[in-house]
């Protein structure tokens, strides 16, 4: 039985050179097929990660083949863009919840999760007018109000 709590793909540590190097390296089985040009395998494996390690833990496979897939146009790819592998939906108080924009966008960031709650993280993600939110209380500048009494 497939228990999506214990992923079958994973990177394996590696030694480099002699142990006494203490020299080493990480490899998945993606990385291990593509080296060996199997690619209906790597498509294989891509679908199973696909169906199976669905989530966003998983992305760390493609951190260093990512470019080499997609020259290689192997099977899976859609799939995998598609997935919630590289796709995380989120909703932070701090981000506008409307704006101008209708459109899905798809933006690379590569910055820490943890940073990408803030506004300011929004405002580089998003500039723009057409960003801008709907909302007044995002429009102001908070910081003029900070030590004014209201009425004065």
């Known amino acids: 039985m497939i228990d999506e709590e214990y992923p079958i793909f994973y990177k394996t540590k590696t030694s480099k ?3 006494r190097d203490c020299r080493y390296f990480y490899r998945s089985a993606i990385d291990n097929a593509l080296k060996n040009n199997q690619l209906k ?3 294989l494996i891509i679908k199973y990660i696909c169906k199976y390690q669905n989530n ?10 990512f470019q080499e897939l997609f020259r290689l146009n192997v099977d899976g790819l859609t799939d995998l863009l598609n997935s919630n592998i590289f796709r995380y939906e989120f ?3 701090e981000w506008p ?12 960031y590569n910055e820490s999760l943890f940073n990408i709650r803030y ?5 580089k993600l998003f500039p723009g007018s057409q960003f801008k939110s709907l909302d ?3 429009n102001t500048d908070l910081k003029g109000l900070v030590g004014k009494i209201p009425g004065q």
Request: aromatic share 12%; glycine share 6%.
């Open 17 to 19: 050179g002699a142990l």
């Open 41 to 43: 395998a790597v498509g």
């Open 56 to 65: 966003m833990a998983s992305a760390y496979l493609f951190q260093k083949n």
């Open 91 to 93: 909703d932070f108080e």
């Open 97 to 108: 919840s409307s704006h101008s924009n209708n459109a899905n966008m798809i933006i690379p």
């Open 119 to 123: 506004q300011s993280t929004y405002e």
């Open 136 to 138: 007044p209380i995002f």
